[in-house]
């Protein structure tokens, strides 16, 4: 079955940074569309960036435009998001999804908290 294991959250400084990292697993990589959603206390999940694995398009919500990278390691079925110049409103749980074959799965999801 479809498995996405997340890592990489913590604690960080307003201004610092953060690598996640999204393991995937029973399903085919290469078809697929992989995304980093994230959900604030008392808030809606919202996407924060996305790839498409075959072509490596990208797409980002506006609030993270050139803070945060998301990147693919085909060969680890892997992908990352890297968080730089993180901002307090950048705190939430943030999920991994891949939507494959008009399907979509989610991680559980890790917490990243930026605060002083």
């Known amino acids: 079955q479809v498995q996405l294991v997340e890592s990489g959250g913590g604690l960080v400084q307003p201004g610092g940074s953060l690598r996640l990292s999204c393991a995937a697993s029973g399903f085919a990589f290469s078809n697929s569309a992989m995304s980093w959603h994230r959900q604030a206390p008392g808030k809606e999940r919202e996407l924060v960036a996305r790839i498409v694995i075959d072509d490596g398009s990208t797409r980002y919500a506006e609030s993270v435009k050139g803070r945060f990278t998301i990147s693919k390691d085909s060969a680890k079925n892997t992908v990352h998001l890297q968080m730089n110049s993180l901002k307090t409103e950048d705190t939430a749980v943030y999920y991994c999804?891949?939507?494959?074959?008009?399907?979509?799965?989610w991680g559980q999801g890790t917490q990243v908290t930026v605060s002083s």
């Open positions: 999804s891949a939507l494959h074959w008009g399907a979509r799965s």
